[in-house]
């Protein structure tokens, strides 16, 4: 084989290689739930400029939609005990989305939002149609005969 085949051939496989690798990390995020999140908030400074995924469940009274901006804001806590049970000691995040709001979008709603924790202490979703996932608890609950 010539010289420049092989450079060629090796110039492309290394492209190809950094393409792969880049595509990765520009994907990568860290998955946190409501409580982790605010522990990480308050020992590091720079978590800021991370993306991760919040995990949480929805608080229905907290939601609320603009229809003409397309803006909406929610509160998410740790688990469906602290919404049932102690609502009023749980920790919050509050949850700052642009989009349609989503049927799916309801008290008790499991969501996993990927974005940043801002300074504020508020999480901006990405603007990415997949930055909100949603399951409603109602549709997955197994019936009782």
């Given at each position: 084989?010539?010289?420049?085949f092989?450079?060629?051939?090796?110039?492309i496989?290394?492209?190809?290689?950094?393409?792969?690798?880049?595509?990765?990390?520009?994907?990568?995020?860290?998955e946190?739930?409501?409580?982790?999140l605010?522990?990480?908030?308050?020992?590091?400074?720079d978590?800021?400029?991370?993306?991760?995924?919040?995990?949480?469940?929805?608080v229905?009274d907290?939601?609320?939609?603009?229809?003409?901006?397309?803006?909406?804001?929610?509160?998410v806590?740790?688990s469906?005990?602290?919404l049932?049970?102690?609502?009023s000691?749980a920790?919050?995040?509050?949850?700052?989305?642009?989009?349609?709001?989503?049927d799916?979008?309801?008290?008790?709603?499991?969501?996993?939002v990927?974005?940043?924790?801002?300074?504020?202490?508020?999480?901006?979703?990405?603007?990415?149609?997949?930055?909100?996932?949603?399951?409603?608890?109602?549709?997955?609950?197994?019936?009782?005969?």
């Amino acid at each position: 084989m010539k010289p420049k085949f092989i450079i060629g051939i090796g110039l492309i496989v290394a492209a190809m290689i950094a393409v792969i690798g880049f595509s990765i990390v520009g994907n990568a995020s860290v998955e946190v739930g409501v409580n982790d999140l605010l522990s990480q908030a308050k020992t590091n400074r720079d978590i800021s400029q991370r993306s991760m995924k919040l995990s949480g469940i929805v608080v229905g009274d907290s939601i609320q939609y603009d229809p003409k901006t397309l803006h909406i804001e929610f509160d998410v806590v740790q688990s469906r005990n602290d919404l049932v049970n102690n609502l009023s000691k749980a920790q919050r995040v509050r949850v700052i989305y642009k989009g349609t709001k989503p049927d799916t979008l309801l008290n008790e709603s499991e969501a996993i939002v990927t974005g940043k924790l801002s300074e504020d202490g508020k999480f901006y979703a990405a603007n990415s149609p997949d930055a909100l996932l949603l399951r409603c608890p109602s549709k997955y609950v197994e019936e009782t005969k």
